[in-house]
């Protein structure tokens, strides 16, 4: 038997799902959509010793899209996005980036709470999450709450999310429809994890640029934003020389791991280019 | 609420249905492989690499080695053995990967065709590329590729012409 012993259970309420959580204290898991989870547990890198699975879950597998912006629920999965074709006007960014989510087998099942929950840095989601100042919805024991992206990111897999808390909805704002974006990742075969990945959006205010948004994923410890490399943005017509500019002040924001798959020095230099190369495909769309 | 270590699941794979008692940490692989003893589904690296364990849950591509089988409980699994019509008879998509050399050892051949049959019904009309992104999560070690590129394609073609 490949995985480690555990108990299973599919309950059908978000309240029974929290209570099988809570009284097992930090030692239950949540199943998503499983693409993360079971390889840790493949590798029994994790060994929960109950799994509860989400999928019968009702009311967390719905794309809602508004005038305060797009609700993603936390059990949508990566090929409901990429097949929801009012995304393209509604979060072009978030269409753009999820299309680079691993693999096909995997986008069928991952989901994006699953994925914003496991908190792996070289994901997509929690960059986007990030980038776009994302709110997360949960649910515990204690009641609701919501909590901002910049609180909920922690560090590499790790979260705010209490061992007794589900995260139900993901609140993406309001997309102006005008709003350039871009977004670029590196990995030497496609669908596998970024060496490192930019998602950015500016807003265009008498031709100059406001209210930057420069998030990188796969680069340190955790998805994050670039506030120097924004200011660097920030206020400036937008041509290819200021481009190079900010990707150098990208550059030389980020604090890049090393690892088998690339020194330091090489994902800080991929960073600037992806940043750069972002900002020009922003400026044409 | 109920927790247990064993669970009783009712799958239809290949279109018969099959009730069994599982323990709840077989995953869907083992399942199909050592309970309903269809070997045709492949496992290679077992944590969701290499794509040989795809079969299709409800018409969609899925490794079957990141399910667990209670999973699969109440929904529909098609494995490579379901792809042909019938026993003396090939898929389309199966007699392009023949004609076009897409299978040498045949170890990836499962996850390949089942893949490709998911997205050849999405996509009927794929350009070279696609057809290549499509299959990148399905690791061939013996045809670089060519061969199985070449008879997607191919198979895309077969396929439009059967519905025409």
């Keep these: 038997m490949k995985l480690p012993p555990f108990e299973y259970a599919c309950p059908t309420t978000l309240n029974e799902a929290i209570a099988l959580l809570a009284n097992h204290s930090g030692e239950a898991k949540p199943l998503a959509g499983g693409q993360s989870l079971m390889p840790m547990m493949a590798f029994r890198i994790a060994q929960p010793s109950l799994l509860v699975d989400l999928r019968k879950l009702p009311g967390m597998k719905e794309i809602k899209i508004g005038p305060d912006g797009v609700r993603l629920g936390a059990l949508v999965r990566w090929r409901d996005v990429i097949d929801d074709k009012r995304l393209a006007v509604a979060h072009p960014l978030l269409k753009e980036a999820i299309s680079h989510v691993a693999h096909y087998q995997i986008r069928n099942r991952g989901t994006v709470g699953g994925s914003c929950a496991h908190a792996d840095p070289a994901s997509e989601m929690p960059g986007i999450a990030q980038t776009c100042e994302a709110e997360f919805s949960v649910m ?22 209490g ?123 | 609420m109920e927790m247990t270590d064993k669970r009783t699941i009712t799958v239809s794979v290949n279109g018969t249905k099959h009730t069994k008692e599982v323990p709840v940490r077989i995953t869907l692989a083992d399942f199909i492989r050592y309970e309903l003893g269809l070997t045709g589904t492949h496992l290679g690296c077992e944590h969701g690499v290499c794509g040989a364990c795809t079969i299709l849950l409800d018409g969609r591509s899925a490794r079957s080695c990141l399910m667990l089988a209670v999973q699969a409980d109440g929904h529909e699994v098609l494995t490579v053995e379901g792809i042909a019509p019938g026993p003396d008879a090939l898929h389309p998509l199966q007699e392009a990967f023949r004609d076009n050399h897409g299978l040498q050892c045949g170890f990836c051949t499962p996850g390949m065709l089942t893949t490709l049959l998911e997205f050849l019904g999405d996509n009927p009309d794929p350009t070279e590329q696609e057809v290549r992104v499509a299959i990148s999560g399905n690791l061939c070690r013996c045809t670089g590729y060519q061969g199985i590129v070449l008879a997607a394609l191919d198979a895309a073609k077969r396929m439009k012409a059967g519905r025409a």
């Design chain 1, 163 to 285: 061992a007794d808390e589900i995260i139900t909805e993901i609140h993406l704002p309001a997309w102006p429809a005008a709003r350039r974006y871009g977004f670029q990742e590196f990995a030497r075969r496609r669908g596998d994890f970024a060496m490192a990945g930019v998602a950015l959006y500016y807003d265009l205010d008498g031709g100059k640029a406001a209210n930057a948004h420069i998030g990188v994923f796969g680069v340190g410890d955790c998805q994050r934003r670039l506030p120097k490399a924004e200011a660097a943005l920030n206020g400036k017509a937008v041509d290819e020389a200021l481009a190079v500019k900010v990707g150098e002040a990208a550059a030389a924001e980020v604090e890049p791991q090393e690892d088998i798959h690339a020194s330091a020095a090489y994902r800080r230099s991929l960073t600037g280019t992806l940043v750069e190369r972002a900002i020009k495909a922003a400026m044409v769309r």
């Design chain 1, 140 to 161: 515990g024991k204690a009641g609701a709450r919501t909590i901002k992206a910049k609180d909920f990111f922690q560090g590499a897999l790790t979260t705010a999310l």
